[in-house]
């Protein structure tokens, strides 16, 4: 069985009508990866040493790539202040631009815009996270 890709869990989560059920939702999809996206995303001790918007990358247009994220998840720390920071900025773009070609197009979607500090679905915020997970940051 193929798992539902992070921004799918995310937007059946930002479909729930009230807060309430949102944080529900959210709880009900839990995976490590889903938390370590989230964690990225509003934690503000987490930095990016990235620039600014979407870098030149070409979409995976593979299909059933929804898994992919899972698997290359854990190359998040080449991009994050404390991860290397002995990377050259230029590799740690080329790097970040090699992970985007490599998962799922959604997916890509909204790790550029975690990487931005932003989440693509109306919703979901840093508070409701909080909710959701109190010990995540």
Do not use: C, W
């Not at 991860?83 to 992970?99: A, N, V």
């Not at 985007?100 to 815009?113: F, G, H, N, R, V």
């Amino acid at each position: 069985m193929i798992r539902d890709s992070i921004y799918n869990l995310l937007k059946k989560v930002s479909k729930e009508s009230t807060p309430t059920k949102r944080i529900e939702k959210l709880r009900e999809v839990d995976t490590p990866v889903l938390r370590g996206v989230l964690k990225h995303a509003f934690d503000p001790g987490v930095k990016f040493l990235l620039p600014e918007g979407a870098p030149p990358y070409k979409e995976n247009d593979f299909p059933s790539q929804e898994h992919l994220l899972y698997n290359n998840y854990r190359r998040m720390y080449l991009f994050v202040e404390g991860g290397r920071d002995d990377l050259k900025p230029i590799k740690r773009e080329m790097l970040f631009i090699q992970f985007l070609e490599t998962i799922d197009k959604d997916d890509a979607k909204l790790m550029i815009a975690v990487k931005d500090k932003k989440i693509p679905f109306k919703g979901i915020t840093a508070n409701m996270v909080k909710k959701a997970f109190p010990d995540l940051y």
